[in-house]
């Protein structure tokens, strides 16, 4: 449940959402799951690779880019900043990172010239060769040197 935000100024937020390299469908599952969560958006900035969205909530915030991470895939890291004080005690403001990886689950790639096949997006990926069955675990950063087949 969103806190009440009465008093605050349409501008206010705690958390940034950074939206990079994924389709223009994630960003309107994006802002459709936020508007079903009840989180009001403070701006979005569109850039040349993503969007920027700021958003009212941080730990719906967290929610969201973990359940982007389960049902699509994609890099997923978190920063925290202080904002300032207030009644001595800090104010943070949470920012997201999600780089989208451009395949999804079933998807059939290339890695290291063997096929396979995507099993699992999560923390990282599993790969399952088409051939063999052999499973092996990437990191996102190595998704990199898969060619989508």
């Known amino acids: 449940m969103v806190r009440d935000l009465t008093g605050k100024h349409a ?45 009212t909530d941080k730990s719906l915030t967290k929610t969201l880019a973990r359940k982007l991470q389960e049902n699509f895939g994609g890099e997923y890291k978190e920063s925290t900043s202080i904002f300032g004080q207030k009644d001595g005690n800090e104010i943070t403001r949470l920012t997201i990172l999600f780089r989208g990886i451009g395949a999804k689950k079933g998807d059939i790639v290339e890695y290291k010239g063997d096929q396979y096949q995507i099993r699992i997006l999560g923390k990282d990926v599993l790969l399952q060769e088409v051939s063999t069955g052999k499973k092996i675990h990437l990191k996102y950063e190595d998704m990199k040197k898969l060619k989508k087949c």
Do not use: C, F, P
């Not at 937020?13 to 223009?24: G, H, K, M």
């Not at 459709?32 to 969205?53: H, K, S």
């Open 11 to 55: 501008q206010y937020y705690e958390a940034i959402l950074q939206l990079r390299d994924v389709s223009t469908e994630l960003v309107e599952v994006v802002y459709a799951e936020v508007e079903r969560l009840g989180m009001r958006i403070a701006q979005a900035l569109d850039l040349e690779n993503g969007v920027d969205v700021y958003l």
